[in-house]
């Protein structure tokens, strides 16, 4: 039967630690003979929960460490309750199932600077680009914003790092960095790199407005309330299509009410989704043939070219060939 099922890996769940109020680094080693495969800075991978959740985590580790990721977490109360089975649920020794890691988020090649602007947990990709910083002795400055120092994470470790500036707003609004000021006139030779809640992101976006095309790279949190969902792009069709599955033939309808993942599960494909709002990556298939209308915010124009995300594509044509 298709499956656009990802490539999952075993791994042992070493150790917890504390590194803020609210917020743990977990740290895991391969989980049988095999050591972890390497990933580079800006890399999430998919942890498979006991409940059927499937969350994505930053890796915030040293990319050079061998058999080593290391992702935090911080608590949340509300939400959907990832946060909280894995801080209530996991411990050391555990044995956890987990995806091989993706990077929606890299580091550019060939910058002058790259500057880090990271909002609370949206630290933890940002902590392994600084390390792939440091031991490629490539320029770079963080300005972290944050509630509290009780709040920051890795607060020590960063303490040590020139070029590093905590702000802590005490939860404000009127003691949020300003954004505009910093970004307001483009700074050549830099990239911007930005990560944080949706408030952080929206701020942020709006103040590097003028910044050259291909110049700014963000990565938003998977767990999205609906008011801040990606936006339809502007040719947006919101028409019926159908889908057909390579493999056997089968065409499928995908009614305006339903995401392409959806109906095929319908049909009693067995597919991969998490975040389903075009942001994890989780969902991403090749296709054949057609033209689909991407509503995603993690694909490039190359990749566009040949993939879609089944969570949230639609098509402008009345066929998409899956490539399952
Ligand atoms: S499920 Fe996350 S992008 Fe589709």
Redesign the pocket.
Known sequence: MPSNKMITLHARLKSITNVANGINAFELIGGGEDPLPPFTAGSHIDIHLDNGLIKQYSLCNDPDEINRYVFAVQREETGNGGSKAIHDTLRAGDYLTISIPRNNFPLAQNVENHLFLAGGIGVTPIMAMIKACQSKSLKFELIYCVRSPEKTAFLNELAKIDNVTIHNDQGDPAHSYDFSELLGNPMTGTHLYYCGPPGFMRAVKSAAANWPKGTCHFEYF?TLDKDHQPAAPENATNASFQVKLNSTGDIIDVPVNKSIADALREHGIEVQ???????????QIRYLEGTPEHH?L?LDEETRKTDI????ARSHSPLLVLDL
Do not use: V
């Open positions: 998977t989704t998490s975040c389903e709002s075009g942001l994890c990556g989780t969902c995603d993690i995300l089944i969570c949230c």
